[in-house]
């Protein structure tokens, strides 16, 4: 029996021992715990800890198209309401690359010569646009971001894979390029793929590769995938979540005459411990036959120096005007003088660089950028919020309302671009 003096020691001994505990750092291994682990002792390195942090939410969806006017907004919507840090999208459609700024949305994209045709992109939230330090816009159907990040930077890949119709080249010059991306990345980094594989890899444990949630019977593409992730040591997070069918699904067939999982994020497996979960947002809605597919993660962003001193912006155009050039010239002839030969490089470069700005602030004016102003109006947002109730509608009276709210969405947003 213990006595009332040793019963309150023990009780203060238990409580300081709950707290220390509270206060560590702390991993995940019951999200994945299907996989085995070679050991006990892992590598600090290795592991993604939480320390208390709000997770950072990353996913991927196949938007169809971003053609439509309003498409965008639509997107950023649902960021915000769902509190999305980085999306990868597919199926864009825009030609050429780009890499701009929408509100507080940071958007990089890549896509082919011609409008009209497949297209990734990745959409950023203010916090995490800031930290972006590399991007590759590969082609098409591959683009690859990098951020400023704790304890490792991230590598985003958004990854549109062809359609079942595709040929079997076409496949395997995916996979290249895929591995050409990853050979550019640091073994530290942790690497993200996410996106469209067109792939099925079905139900049933794979190793450590995928995990007892998949979806459907396992297909060819399916099996390349699979291959691809033993390689490189990944791991499908997405198959490994103990969730409802209905969250598993990311494509439905016209009609919702079947429905799979051909939508993935991997990760390296020695990241493994970041996921806090990871499935489908069926009440997601921008007008696709895909689900948005979500992964709560524990990783930090990394705070990045800023320049002290901000560029200096030339309203360059005004050197169009025959006397504004000729008056510019003047004034560069006048103050510059040759730099002595001896000097270093850098100093040439300075001297050369001051002259420019001295002639640029005597004859050109600094450009300011005025603020967009928001062009989307309340109506829409609340027409956008209304289409969402019936985007899973099975009856004929919900499938016409959500045709009618969209083809009415996509009129007034014209309109209000227009203005």
Known sequence: MWKEKDTTTLELLVSNMNRSYEEMEVTRPD??????CLGRRRSKASQVVSKRKPCQNIGTWNVRTMLNTGKLENIKVEMTR????????????????????????????????????AGVGVIINKKWGKQVINKIAYNDRLIMVKFKAEPSDIVIIQVYFPTTEAEYNDIEEMYAGLEELC???????????????????????????????????????????????????????NTYQNIHRKKRYTWKM?????????????????????????????????DSDHNLLMM?????????????????RYDVNMLKDRNTALAYESCISKTFKAPSQNDSINIRWEAIKETIHNAANKTLIINTLDPKKPWINEQILKDIEERRKYKNSKDNQGIRKYKELKNK???????????
């Open 31 to 36: 999200i994945f715990e299907n996989i085995s």
């Open 82 to 117: 769902l509190n999305i840090d980085i999306l990868g999208v597919s199926e864009t459609r825009w030609a050429g690359n780009g890499d701009f700024w929408s509100d507080d949305y940071h958007v990089i994209y890549s896509g082919g010569e011609r409008t009209g045709r």
């Open 183 to 237: 050979k550019l990345t640091k073994g530290s980094d942790n690497l993200i793929i996410i996106g469209d594989w067109n792939a099925v890899v079905g139900e049933g444990v794979d190793g450590q590769v995928v995990g007892t949630y998949g979806l459907g019977t396992r297909n060819e593409r399916g099996d390349r995938l699979i291959d691809y992730c033993k390689q490189y040591d990944l791991v499908i997070t």
């Open 254 to 286: 016209p009609g919702d005459i079947g429905r799979y999982q051909i939508d993935y994020i991997l990760i390296r497996k020695r990241f493994r411990n970041q996921v806090r979960r990871c499935k489908t947002y069926p009440g997601a809605d921008v």
């Open 296 to 312: 709560k993660s524990n990783v930090t962003y990394k705070k990045l120096n800023k320049p002290t001193q901000k560029e200096r």
């Open 409 to 419: 969405i996509n009129r007034n947003a014209k309109e209000a671009r227009e203005k």
